[in-house]
């Protein structure tokens, strides 16, 4: 009120921060299961019981087998005179040696192969499929963008993704999500010739053009109701650009040689491999039609990234073949070194990996032989201690200069490829 005074300064209250509960390190099994634990007690030495107990049935574990420690915020695992060993990506730890665990890390106890992950949230059951993508553990965070489009009700979506992760299953899961899954239309934008690309995909009337007899609705307006998704939307050419925006704006198209649009009601889910914003910032894409699709994204983690997922997707594939492989018939090295890959064109890769071994390979089941012969050895062990720039390069670059890939390639750490690199940066130029 007027001539009140406030005899002190308040102190500003800070914009709150949602609470979250941190994640805690856990044990996936990738093969031949998929199941997760939380580590067990720091210091204790377990096997084949302790495992066991999260449906770990390997009568290769030993009873008493390995332990895991803790250094500050570190997790060390160390094999503790198993019978048949311990390998961390790919290679033996010698017996009392304590290895630092990285994110991601590969271990194969027997004819088991786990995951370690730092922060795992979440409930330790894999979840099931959803749609054609199967994801056991590495899809959550897709899982929790499609729940929020359940709430949002976005008319635009993007999704972003690498060659082979699976754009077009995860277009077809988003409209099922909103409820649209019928009519749907793929159309593959790099495919479509720029000078038909309005009249295929808006329609014409009679008399647009030399060829159009009669009238013609696009492949917008013959899927009203339902979902067009818009794959490889980063390949389509400048010009063609504006001739978006009026559908994702306003839901209306205008058909080559129309005096008036007619309204659509459609969801309209695009895909690129491609970084648009940068597109954006280069002029070589629209940020306005940017701005539209990204109304709401959804990212797709390449495949090297959800190592745990790997067989599970492969068990897949393989079951659809005529005949189904039998587990007794996979070698747990060869999915060790699947696993191990960098999966470029992640799950397409995977595709083609199965055709190529079975070309060369007529026995029924997965070995390592005809794995290393597709895929190429690994490269030499690195965990010994040497490390030279050749050979970190060459790791870097079969990663896609992803370097905890490259880390996980090499045996090491990504502290140690780190430190390697900052020592190389220093030494003087010859």
């Known amino acids: 009120m007027p001539g009140d005074s406030i005899d002190a300064t308040r102190e500003h209250t800070l914009p709150q921060q949602p609470l979250t509960a941190s994640g805690q390190p856990v044990l996936i099994s990738a093969f031949p299961q998929s199941t997760a634990s939380l580590l067990p007690t720091f210091g204790l030495e377990v096997g084949r019981k302790w495992f066991g107990e999260f449906d770990v049935v390997d009568p290769e574990i030993s009873g008493k087998h390995l332990r895991f420690t803790r250094a500050g915020s570190t997790v060390h695992v160390e094999d503790t005179g198993s019978r048949n060993g311990t390998w961390l990506n790919g290679q033996p730890l010698a017996r009392g040696e304590q290895v630092p665990l990285a994110d991601g890390a590969i271990l194969r106890l027997g004819r088991t192969l786990l995951v370690f992950r730092e922060q795992f949230h979440g409930s330790v059951e894999p979840d099931d499929a959803f749609g054609s993508m199967v994801g056991p553990y590495g899809l959550r965070?897709?899982?929790?963008?499609?729940?929020?489009?359940?709430?949002?009700?976005?008319?635009?979506i993007l999704i972003h993704g690498e060659t082979g992760t699976g754009k077009e299953l995860m277009a077809r899961n988003v409209a099922?999500?909103?409820?649209?899954?019928?009519?749907?239309?793929?159309?593959?934008?790099?495919?479509?010739?720029?000078?038909?690309?309005?009249?295929?995909?808006?329609?014409?009337?009679?008399?647009?053009?030399?060829?159009?007899?009669?009238?013609?609705?696009?492949?917008?307006?013959?899927?009203?109701?339902?979902?067009?998704?818009?794959?490889?939307?980063?390949?389509?050419?400048?010009?063609?650009?504006?001739?978006?925006?009026?559908?994702?704006?306003?839901?209306?198209?205008?058909?080559?040689?129309?005096?008036?649009?007619?309204?659509?009601?459609?969801?309209?889910?695009?895909?690129?491999?491609?970084?648009?914003?940068?597109?954006?910032?280069?002029?070589?894409?629209?940020?306005?039609?940017y701005a539209r699709l990204a109304e709401a994204q959804i990212s797709l983690p390449p495949l090297r990234q959800r190592s745990e997922d790997l067989y599970a997707i492969a068990r897949a594939l393989l079951d659809a073949e005529?005949?189904?492989?039998?587990?007794?018939?996979?070698?747990?090295?060869?999915?060790?070194?699947?696993?191990?890959?960098?999966?470029?064109?992640?799950?397409?890769?995977?595709?083609?990996?199965?055709?190529?071994?079975?070309?060369?390979?007529?026995?029924?089941?997965?070995?390592?032989?005809?794995?290393?012969?597709?895929?190429?050895?690994?490269?030499?062990?690195?965990?010994?201690?040497?490390?030279?720039?050749?050979?970190?390069?060459?790791?870097?670059?079969?990663?896609?200069?992803?370097?905890?890939?490259?880390?996980?390639?090499?045996?090491?750490?990504?502290?140690?490829?780190?430190?390697?690199?900052?020592?190389?940066?220093?030494?003087?130029?010859?």
Request: hydrophobic share 45%; proline share 5%; glycine share 8%.
């Open 322 to 430: 005529i005949q189904p492989i039998r587990m007794e018939d996979i070698e747990v090295e060869a999915i060790e070194r699947m696993m191990l890959d960098p999966w470029q064109n992640n799950v397409r890769g995977l595709i083609a990996l199965f055709s190529q071994v079975r070309a060369i390979d007529d026995a029924r089941g997965l070995r390592k032989w005809a794995i290393d012969e597709v895929l190429g050895t690994l490269s030499a062990p690195a965990s010994s201690g040497h490390l030279s720039k050749a050979l970190i390069d060459e790791a870097i670059t079969a990663c896609d200069g992803n370097e905890t890939q490259a880390a996980r390639r090499l045996g090491v750490t990504r502290g140690k490829l780190r430190r390697f690199l900052a020592r190389l940066e220093d030494e003087p130029a010859d």
């Open 141 to 156: 965070r897709v899982r929790r963008a499609l729940d929020a489009l359940q709430r949002s009700q976005p008319r635009n």
């Open 176 to 289: 099922r999500t909103l409820g649209r899954q019928d009519p749907y239309a793929a159309v593959n934008v790099a495919g479509v010739a720029s000078g038909v690309f309005e009249s295929q995909l808006f329609g014409h009337v009679a008399g647009a053009f030399s060829d159009a007899r009669q009238a013609a609705k696009g492949i917008v307006q013959t899927h009203d109701g339902g979902a067009v998704f818009l794959d490889e939307i980063g390949e389509l050419p400048l010009p063609l650009q504006p001739k978006l925006l009026r559908l994702l704006e306003n839901r209306e198209v205008l058909p080559v040689g129309a005096d008036r649009p007619t309204v659509v009601d459609v969801i309209l889910v695009a895909a690129t491999n491609r970084d648009l914003n940068a597109m954006a910032e280069e002029g070589t894409f629209r940020r306005d039609l």
